[in-house]
């Protein structure tokens, strides 16, 4: 049996398509919690019809953390998967990454690429993962290449269709994710056994949960990883936590959790030492970009030093701790001028 635990706060207006789309998966030993994580909407009304086909628990308002540690501790089944209560998944997710698992049992944890949908459910890219998260832009690298080990699919399992000619990718993926996560929750299935403290969700965090959960797993634990979209993504629904209105605190997170991975793995700092100083310099200064677009030039300069602590040579920090000493009109004209050009140019 696989436990698919839906974390929910406030999201009535999605919740039953994510339901749905569990319950019109190909594999139907399935296991359905639903964590309202102290909604205020009418969340509870609208999952009543369901109340026979899912466990609904309510908690007082806790974060996200704490809605997925509960569910975990609630689950019966021997694999657990999380969805999002605004994702859904396509029907053969559950049964395609289940049979991969079964075939590779030094894996602990498998994801996927995933399509991103807007807030009205309509289909605006079908691959996203490599757009979605910043590590491959910033540091010009393949969701493929992160894998040292690779199997054709129709190799380890029956699945019929097109997607028997695609790959299962799959190893040790600790440092790469240090470089920055690049796994959505929504995509993932986990053996049951491999989710004991401490590798739990850290519920001090609100956001950058992901990052900090992953990178623990994958400390002792391998992943793999299919480039087949099993999951949609919904994006720009009001209230996400991705929202800009975190930026600051995701980043900072981001940064603490480094940090403590630094400080508790001696080996990997002294081998490491190059990349923590580029990934860290990094980190700072979209710290530093971020205060400076909201005019705190305070704080994008104190950021900006933090990164050239690491890269004494970014320019790209140098520019941004200059320009934290023009007057906030200059900057806020530039932006202007900026939003204009880029205006022209959609119009195109």
Known sequence: MISVIIPTYNCSDYIIEAIESVLNQTYKDVEIIVIDDGSTDDTYKILKPY??????????????????N???????????????????????????????????????????????????????VDSYIEKGFPIFSEY??????????????KKICNFDGLLSDSYVYYGNIFDKL???????????????????????????????????????????????????????????????????QNTSQLILNTIETRLRVINEDSEFLSQKRGLIKKVLAKDFLRLSYYYLSELDMKSSRKYAISSLRYKPLLIKSWV????????????????????????LSSKK
Request: aromatic residues 14%.
């Open 320 to 343: 941004i701790f200059l320009s934290s000493f023009f007057p906030p009109f200059v900057l806020s004209l530039i932006r202007s001028f900026k939003f204009f050009i880029k205006s």
């Open 140 to 153: 010009k690298v393949k969701i493929k290449g992160i894998f040292n080990k690779v199997i054709p699919i």
């Open 178 to 244: 240090f470089m920055g996560n690049f796994i959505l929750p929504s995509t993932e299935i986990i053996r049951r056994s491999s989710l004991r403290p401490p590798f739990l969700f850290n519920e001090k965090y609100k956001c950058a949960v992901d990052q900090d959960f992953h990178l623990r797993f994958s400390k002792n634990h391998k992943i793999a990883y299919i480039d087949i979209s099993t999951t949609e993504y919904r994006i720009n629904r009001k209230g996400q936590l991705s929202g800009k």
């Open 70 to 124: 509960v569910g975990i501790q609630e689950a019966k089944g021997e694999y657990i998967a999380f969805l999002d209560a605004d994702d859904k998944w396509r029907t053969f997710k559950i049964y395609l990454q289940l049979s991969l698992l079964e075939a590779l049992p030094d894996v602990n944890m498998i994801f996927s690429n995933y399509a991103v949908i807007d807030k009205n459910g309509t289909l605006i």
């Open 51 to 68: 109340l026979h086909k899912i466990k609904y628990i309510y908690q007082d308002n806790s974060g996200p953390s704490r809605a997925r």
